[in-house]
């Protein structure tokens, strides 16, 4: 039986430390991002990520967006060219996801990813989603902290107000910046617009995101990663397990 009411903590160290422990018990932890609340679960632990699944009611082949600490985290998981490169140094830490190459070694749950190659991966800018990390010592899967087909949510309450008793903590660092889902990109097709728009995206391309013939090749398109919000070896958190593949 779930609890009616989740446990709602104002950001702080000790309210993230309790977020931490219940990421590291294999729970759910609603945490602000920069975007919208996402739902939060250890994205190497595959029963904690059903977890995700299941409090959404949202459909286990709906991939989810992994977060990390930084790119030298998300390199440990997925595979970079040099497109992917060169967005991720300007568009990171922020609202930008990248659907790349998903590496044999990252081991991140089969789950997150719906049995796909690819893994949809981000580097969060908001304190609250970094400190969790950062504490936790775990790359986290986090769609948006809302029922399935619901509006995603850009505050605390509502969060409470979709989830219930679903999600047992949530952190509330009050209302969210965007209050839009990440852009979601696989290699120069735009699956989710977002806060970066094609035009910043083009910028930061090599060849300023033009094919050989002058024509713009950053195209807007639809895939398994297109849905409702929607291995490393971190350092050492609360979960003490640095020196696990994660």
């Given at each position: 039986?779930?609890?009616?009411h ?61 977060h ?20 991720a ?44 990390i ?40 009050g ?9 979601i ?21 090599p ?15 639809d ?24």
């Amino acid at each position: 039986m779930t609890r009616p009411h989740p446990l709602i903590l104002p950001y702080g160290t000790a309210a993230v430390a309790q977020a931490a422990a219940m990421i590291c018990a294999g729970g759910l932890v609603a945490v602000p991002t920069e975007t919208v609340y996402g739902l939060a679960a250890d994205a190497t632990d595959a029963q904690a990520v059903a977890g995700i699944y299941a409090a959404k009611g949202r459909p286990s082949f709906n991939p989810l967006i992994v977060h990390v600490a930084d790119i030298a985290a998300a390199e440990r998981i997925a595979v970079f060219d040099a497109d992917a490169r060169a967005l991720a140094a300007a568009f990171w830490p922020g609202p930008l996801t990248l659907v790349l190459p998903v590496r044999s070694d990252s081991g991140i749950a089969a789950l997150v990813t719906a049995g796909l190659d690819t893994i949809a991966i981000r580097v969060p800018q908001h304190r609250a989603m970094q400190a969790l990390i950062a504490a936790s010592g775990r790359p986290l899967a986090a769609p948006s902290a809302n029922a399935s087909g619901g509006i995603s949510p850009t505050t605390a309450a509502h969060v409470a107000a979709s989830l219930g008793g679903n999600v047992p903590l949530i952190l509330d660092d009050g209302a969210t910046e965007a209050g839009l889902e990440s852009t979601i990109v696989a290699g120069r097709t735009v699956l989710r617009p977002g806060p970066v728009t094609a035009e910043l995206l083009l910028s930061q391309l090599p060849g300023e995101g033009r094919g050989p013939g002058g024509e713009v090749a950053v195209t807007k398109g639809d895939g398994p990663h297109d849905r409702p919000p929607t291995g490393p070896r971190p350092s050492p958190g609360a979960c003490g397990y640095g020196a696990r593949a994660a």
